[in-house]
């Protein structure tokens, strides 16, 4: 049976309707798979409490002057493990007169300052530098901490960049710092790891390896020790060692004990010789 033309344009139709409404379809589902990208932050605060917020991997470029103090804040969880990096643009070498120090310290959520484990956290510029670069790898942030520690605790972080001995000429002038916060997950619990090897290995004292001999397997302390049962044996076995020195210092003891007391003790007829100074026969006087 041959399709009519009027046929033949229906199905096209279906078709092409059919297309469109799966291509409307897929268009969402695509734009949901790879996430828009974040806004770039142009702000920063000027002291702790007017820090402005930034989420890790979020770009920041600010334009600043030169001696301002910048703050940013970030939100760091258990295990991860933050990275701050910090690019500044000097301004042109012909308006600058010296060296200036930048610095990028890190603070936690209690204004304690958290040290960097790798990368230069202060970089001093030269006159005729376009650039500086600093860089801050934290510590992994733990889950619990003695409260005498300073361990990195999960919480707000503050980041702050500032610049110190620089000419008095040059404050003022105009700078762009370009920051960075990133963050790898790792372990919640670094502390709580499992021993897999002993920390004192089992000895076998008085044998002697040849060159190039591996060690063989020897008994650990614990299982050549001898047994609660063993011991008791050993004390009331008879006759021992133990026996003899116990009754001996039994037996010195008590000789140490009656010598003792005659060489102390008073004579009773020394005591009654005293009590009668009269002397025998002169009782009857009168």
């Known amino acids: 049976m041959r399709a009519t033309p009027r046929l033949a344009g229906s199905l096209l139709a279906a078709s092409a309707s059919a297309g ?36 890790p991997g979020q770009p920041v470029r600010v334009s600043a002057s030169t001696g301002d103090h910048l703050y940013w804040s970030f939100a760091a969880s258990a295990g991860q493990t933050d990275r701050v990096t910090v690019t500044v643009t000097l301004p042109p070498a012909g308006g600058r007169h010296g060296a200036a120090t930048y610095t990028a310290d890190v603070f936690d959520g209690l204004r304690r300052r958290q040290a960097c484990t790798a990368g230069p956290q202060n970089a001093t510029a030269a006159a005729g530098a376009a650039s500086v670069r600093l860089r801050c790898t934290l510590r992994q942030v733990r889950a619990w901490a003695e409260p005498w520690s300073d361990d990195p605790l999960p919480g707000t972080y503050y980041l702050r960049l500032s610049a110190s001995s620089l000419p008095e000429q040059d404050l003022g002038q105009r700078i762009q710092a370009d920051v960075r916060i990133s963050a790898r997950n790792g372990d919640a619990q670094p502390a709580g790891a499992k021993l897999k090897a002993p920390l004192s290995p089992a000895v076998n ?55 003792g007391y005659n060489l102390t003790r008073h004579p009773r007829h020394w005591s009654s010789t005293r009590r009668s100074p009269a002397g025998p026969g002169r009782s009857g006087q009168m």
């Open 20 to 55: 469109g409404l799966l291509l409307l379809a897929a268009g969402p589902a695509a734009a949901g798979g790879s996430p828009a990208p974040r806004p770039t932050v142009g702000t920063a605060g000027t002291s702790f409490l007017t820090a402005t917020v930034v989420e």
């Open 205 to 259: 004292p008085g044998t002697t390896l040849a060159p190039g001999a591996a060690p063989e397997a020897s008994p650990s302390a614990a299982s050549s020790a001898p047994k609660p049962s063993d011991r008791v044996k050993g004390w009331f076995s008879w006759p021992s060692s133990r026996w003899w020195w116990t009754l001996g210092g039994g037996v010195l003891a008590a000789a140490v004990a009656v010598g």
